[in-house]
């Protein structure tokens, strides 16, 4: 009986320290595939967004708006330049 159970001991140390030598090593390197994987991701993402602004055909819209923004905060700008001024 003791030497069956030395026997089991001796397999769970052996498979012990073989797990805790295999957790030890360094990892092998896997960038290769990393940015394969996201180089595939962000044309995904791309594609997405290019049938997104195509499917919407309002992208001059948003640039008249931002034209119209910036001229607001220019002309802003401009009077209260004008009124530091007159002080």
């Known amino acids: ?3 069956i159970l030395a026997i089991v001991i001796g397999i769970a140390f052996a498979f012990g320290t073989a797990g805790y030598a295999a957790a030890q090593a360094p990892a092998p390197k896997t960038e290769d595939k990393k940015t394969d994987t996201m180089e595939k991701k962000t044309e995904k993402v791309e594609k997405k967004t290019t049938t997104k602004k ?3 055909g309002d ?4 640039d008249s708006t931002m034209e119209k923004k910036t001229d607001t905060m220019e002309k802003k700008t401009e009077t209260t330049e004008k009124k530091t001024d007159k002080k």
Request: net charge positive; hydrophobic share 10%; glycine share 10%.
């Open 54 to 56: 195509s499917k919407k």
């Open 1 to 3: 009986m003791k030497k």
């Open 59 to 62: 992208s001059t819209k948003g």
